[in-house]
């Protein structure tokens, strides 16, 4: 391959469709799924009593999206899930590797791992090196390890393997992520913050059909917004309107307005220690071109500053389609996905708010258990997962099912379902029947997931 990276046509067709998804979508070929969120109207919104600019997707009356997030910040903390997409196919043979295993040094007779610590609950398997951070925090009982998720009769293309996990079904017609039914559910019509997609487009798994969700590029860029005024005297116009949420009124429309504005000032309160600076988290994040561990630094900050965020999605560092120069590529990714989740979850603790917080880690499918020709392991099965935080319930959920035992294509087998573990987080976590959300939920195992 002349030293270059290779990412095979499909996975990059792929990533470009949904990077479009809600602003039209170009043709695509005859049998693909459409992405999840296609068609849904993209409206500019500037929170004006936070400062957030956002992209809002989906139905609702802008003016009264300020209102909205102030009232569900008002209704108090709730449980939130973050997921995060490896793209391209994570190697579940790297991340968790079978040392020792026979087979793994034939299969793998390049790109076989070594020099990572012990996985504790399967003597056959060993983390990673780059994934000491998620080792460590599996040692304190704050990772579940999925090394064999998947689904039956697996469809080993990244787009319509993608688009599964993100709708929640191995249904090519859905067009509604499977957060986005969940926000359908339980969400409002006017808190577009209860879905956010970090980055500059929406992730499909936060697709809608009834409420609104929304994106945003850089969450530590927050600023103060009041059409034509600015510096000195726009602060003071702030804190005048702030004090309108301290007087009290027989009327009914003058009470709702009050408390709005009492909200509103709280909000802006808070988030003024970071307001148009660089944030300064209490922890360490990686330093990174890519913008990852900046978004995770970001989100930490938006959750301690109270606004009403509920379902998060963003996309980790690297491309994980390793077809080629595996051993060159994977590490730096893993070195620099691993560090940030490990700086988020320390984030979140050094904040006091990590008891609210589930991070969901997870890609469309593991790779080949043989090793091809040109340094790289082609699209496979069933692939690794992890779940993060202080209420995961720290253990593995499924076996790994070992490589005497693949499928016709030389892949590992599935030990769990997808699909249950989303119905797993739809009950144990975020508290709603997984039958409203996922189609025939009750037909998959649902693991513990939640302590």
């Known amino acids: 391959m002349n030293g270059r990276r290779f990412v095979c046509d499909e996975c990059t067709r792929a990533d470009l469709l949904r990077a479009t998804a809600g602003r039209g979508l170009?043709?695509?070929?005859?049998?693909?799924?459409?992405?999840?969120g296609t068609g849904l109207t993209r409206r500019g919104f500037v929170a004006r009593s936070l400062g957030i600019a956002l992209s809002v997707y989906g139905v609702g009356r802008l003016a009264a999206f300020d209102e909205g997030i102030a009232n569900a910040a008002a209704a108090?903390?709730?449980?939130?899930?973050?997921?995060?997409?490896?793209?391209?196919g994570a190697d579940?043979?790297?991340?968790?590797?079978?040392?020792g295993d026979p087979l793994y040094a034939k299969y793998r007779k390049t790109l076989a791992v070594s020099g990572g610590s012990a996985f504790t609950e399967d003597a056959?398997?060993?983390?990673?090196?780059?994934?000491?951070?998620?080792?460590?925090?599996?040692?304190?009982?704050?990772?579940?390890v999925l090394p064999a998720v998947g689904y039956d009769h697996p469809d080993q293309s990244h787009f319509t393997s993608r688009h599964y996990w993100e709708v929640g079904a191995t249904d090519p017609r859905l067009l509604t992520g499977w957060l986005g039914r969940y926000l359908d559910t339980i969400g409002s019509p006017d808190n577009p913050l209860q879905g956010l997609s970090l980055g500059g487009s929406l992730q499909p798994s936060l697709a809608t059909a009834r409420v609104p969700v929304a994106t945003i590029d850089a969450p530590g860029q927050y600023d103060f917004y009041t059409p034509g005024v600015w510096g000195s005297v726009q602060d003071r116009l702030l804190d005048a309107i702030g004090g309108l949420g301290a007087v009290r009124s027989h009327d009914a429309a003058f009470s709702t307005a009050a408390n709005v504005a009492r909200q509103s000032d709280r909000l802006r309160r808070q988030l003024a220690p970071f307001a148009g600076k660089k944030l300064t988290p209490p922890v360490q994040y990686p330093t990174s071109s890519d913008s990852f561990p900046t978004q995770l630094s970001g989100l930490a900050a938006m959750i301690a500053a109270g606004l009403p965020l509920h379902c998060v999605s963003l996309e980790a560092t690297g491309s994980y389609d390793t077809h080629a120069d595996q051993t060159t590529?994977?590490?730096?990714?893993?070195?620099?996905?691993?560090?940030?989740?490990?700086?988020?979850?320390?984030?979140?603790?050094?904040?006091?708010?990590?008891?609210?917080?589930?991070?969901?880690?997870?890609?469309?499918?593991g790779r080949r258990a043989q090793e091809n020709g040109s340094g790289g392991t082609d699209h496979g099965a069933a692939g690794c997962g992890f779940l993060i935080g202080t209420h995961a319930a720290g253990t593995q959920i499924g076996e790994f099912p070992?490589?005497?035992a693949l499928d016709a294509d030389g892949n590992l087998k599935p030990t769990s379902d997808f699909r249950g573990v989303y119905a797993g987080l739809l009950e144990q976590w975020l508290h709603t029947d997984a039958e409203r959300v996922i189609p025939g939920a009750g037909k998959f195992q649902q693991p513990v997931l939640v302590k």
Not at 26 to 36: D, N, S, T, Y
Not at 92 to 99: A, D, K, V
Not at 124 to 144: C, I, M, N, T, Y
């Open 76 to 88: 108090g903390p709730q449980p939130i899930l973050v997921t995060v997409f490896l793209q391209g």
């Open 124 to 144: 056959r398997l060993f983390w990673h090196p780059s994934l000491a951070p998620l080792a460590q925090l599996h040692d304190e009982g704050k990772v579940s």
């Open 402 to 404: 070992g490589l005497d």
């Open 26 to 36: 170009p043709a695509i070929e005859p049998g693909m799924p459409v992405p999840a």
């Open 92 to 99: 579940s043979l790297s991340l968790l590797y079978p040392q």
């Open 329 to 365: 590529e994977l590490g730096p990714a893993l070195d620099t996905t691993a560090a940030s989740l490990f700086a988020f979850q320390r984030d979140l603790e050094a904040r006091g708010i990590a008891d609210r917080v589930l991070t969901l880690v997870w890609s469309e499918f």
